[in-house]
């Protein structure tokens, strides 16, 4: 591929992103703060065309299309701010991990700059770059993101999401979300059965297929907030959901409450405000309006 590719930042995940874009042929200027994390990739480089840059600067000049994957927002200000000139009229893929807000912010300042602007959101470890299951979200420019689609898919299954270049993050970190509440979920559990002598990894056996399983109630669940209507037959009801049984039996095992008991106050506040008959998806009311 003729496309001159640069990646700033050779941390974990920067540098799996430009080995990915070595092994595929791309020439490809790395750069890293600290100098020798680019020699495995430049020794790779010496079958397809990987260089070392000396100063961002050199890096910048040296690609038409800039990715850069470093720490954090404040990360990519230090290291872009002083290389507006070299930036103009190039392109800029941040790959970084900011908020919505940051993006956006970035993506201002590159417009100001002159620049053109795809921002990403990783979904995946760096082992998971260029495999099944990796999956990186885009949203900014929609040029940027179709005329570099081919170098994206070396990475992962790239979907955009529009021209808000807040979009991509938002969806990143509201994945996360549900990730982490699912793993305090998990973890919960594993608490609850350890003092009768049930291992973690005995709980997780039966865990892994139950929540995805239950994952199945998603579409159900969505039909219902889409609607807007939470009396629709069939579903389960919050009073049924009451989580009393779990919540006493949390605190007879001795453990805290703390997880579940959040979940219980989210349905609480809704039958408290009559609507005990209505369907579970009703508690996102109460997570759209804080008490
Ligand atoms: P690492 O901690 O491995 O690397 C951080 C990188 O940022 C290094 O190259 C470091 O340079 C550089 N850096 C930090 N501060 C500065 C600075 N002020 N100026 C210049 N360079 C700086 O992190 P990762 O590679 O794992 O993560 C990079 C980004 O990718 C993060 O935003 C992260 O959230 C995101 N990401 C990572 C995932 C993962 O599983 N690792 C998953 C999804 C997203 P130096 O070597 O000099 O310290």
Same mark, same amino acid.
């Given at each position: 591929n003729d496309v001159q590719v640069s990646v700033l930042g050779l941390g974990a995940m920067g540098s799996a992103l430009a080995g990915a874009l070595v092994k595929a042929g791309y020439p490809t200027t790395v750069w890293n703060r600290t100098s020798g994390k680019a020699d495995d990739l430049v020794a790779q480089g010496a079958t397809s065309a990987a260089t070392s840059a000396a100063t961002a600067g %050199? !890096?910048?000049? +040296?690609?038409?299309?800039?990715?850069?994957?470093?720490?954090?927002?404040?990360?990519?200000?230090?290291?872009?701010? @002083?290389?507006?000139?070299?930036?103009?009229?190039?392109?800029l893929i941040n790959v970084t991990t900011t908020t919505p807000e940051q993006s956006r912010e970035m993506?201002?300042?590159?417009?100001?700059?002159?620049? !053109?602007?795809?921002?990403?959101?990783?979904?995946?470890v760096p082992d *998971?770059?260029?495999?099944?299951?990796?999956?990186?979200?885009?949203?900014?420019?929609?040029?940027?993101?179709?005329?570099h689609k081919p170098l994206l898919e070396l990475w992962g299954m790239s979907t955009y999401f529009g021209d808000d270049p807040g979009?991509?993050?938002?969806?990143?970190?509201?994945?996360?979300?549900?990730?982490?509440?699912?793993?305090?979920?998990?973890?919960?559990?594993?608490a609850m059965v350890a003092p009768a002598g049930v291992t973690a990894g005995e709980?997780?056996? *039966?865990?892994?297929?139950?929540?995805?399983? *239950?994952?199945?109630?998603?579409?159900?669940?969505? !039909?219902?907030?889409?609607?807007?209507?939470?009396?629709?037959?069939?579903?389960? +009801?919050?009073?049924? +959901?009451?989580? %009393?049984?779990?919540v006493t039996a949390t605190a007879e095992q001795g453990i805290s409450t703390e997880v579940v008991a959040v979940v219980q106050k989210l349905i609480q506040?809704?039958? %408290?405000?009559?609507?005990?008959?209505?369907?579970? @998806?009703?508690?996102i009311e109460s997570i759209r309006q804080p008490a």
């Open positions: %050199d !890096a910048v000049r +040296s690609g038409h299309v800039v990715i850069a994957c470093l720490l954090d927002h404040v990360s990519v200000h230090e290291v872009l701010d @002083p290389l507006t000139a070299e930036l103009a009229g190039r392109t993506a201002a300042w590159a417009a100001g700059v002159g620049v !053109a602007y795809l921002d990403g959101g990783i979904m995946a *998971m770059i260029g495999r099944p299951g990796a999956s990186v979200l885009y949203s900014g420019s929609a040029e940027v993101f179709h005329e979009l991509a993050s938002l969806y990143d970190l509201a994945l996360l979300a549900g990730m982490y509440v699912m793993f305090a979920g998990f973890l919960h559990g594993a709980f997780a056996t *039966m865990a892994a297929p139950w929540l995805t399983a *239950m994952t199945g109630a998603f579409e159900g669940f969505a !039909a219902v907030v889409d609607g807007g209507d939470y009396t629709v037959e069939g579903q389960q +009801s919050l009073e049924f +959901s009451s989580l %009393d049984h779990l506040r809704q039958i %408290d405000a009559g609507h005990g008959r209505e369907g579970f @998806p009703r508690i």
